[in-house]
């Protein structure tokens, strides 16, 4: 059932920096939007960031602007999250979602059809 998968994860320090990849078997990822969310306890799933399929437009959470960087490598049929200057706030389960019926990303979860089985990210202070 799991279409997307997420790599990555790891345990660093404040101010350590960590790369994401979301690749999929099944589907080609570039023809896809493809969003990153993540998932604290206790907490509402949010919306990190996105990236279209036509010009390669991303748009991201405030709370991250300027620490992470989504971008494509078509020839790992790969969506990476960049992640830089991590905080103990960015302390979450990431997932990434993706649908292959639209260009764009969205911030709504329900706006997708895939998703991965999240992986874990965990910042230490």
């Known amino acids: 059932q799991v279409q997307l998968v997420e790599s990555g994860g790891g345990l660093v320090q404040a101010g350590g920096s960590l790369r994401l990849s979301c690749t999929s078997s099944?589907?080609?990822?570039?023809?896809?939007?493809v969003g990153w969310f993540r998932q604290a306890p206790g907490k509402e799933r949010e919306f990190v960031g996105g990236?279209?399929?036509?010009?390669?437009?991303?748009g991201y959470l405030d709370s991250v602007k300027g620490r992470f960087t989504i971008s494509r490598d078509n020839a790992k049929n790969a969506v990476l999250l960049q992640m830089n200057s991590l905080k103990p706030e960015d302390t979450a389960v990431y997932y990434c979602?993706?649908?292959?019926?639209?260009?764009?990303?969205?911030?709504?979860?329900?706006?997708?059809?895939?998703w991965g089985q999240g992986t874990q990210v965990t910042v230490a202070s």
């Open positions: 979602a993706a649908d292959p019926f639209r260009s764009y990303y969205g911030s709504d979860p329900t706006y997708y059809t895939y």
């Open positions: 099944t589907r080609t990822l570039s023809t896809n939007g």
């Open positions: 990236i279209s399929t036509v010009g390669g437009y991303t």
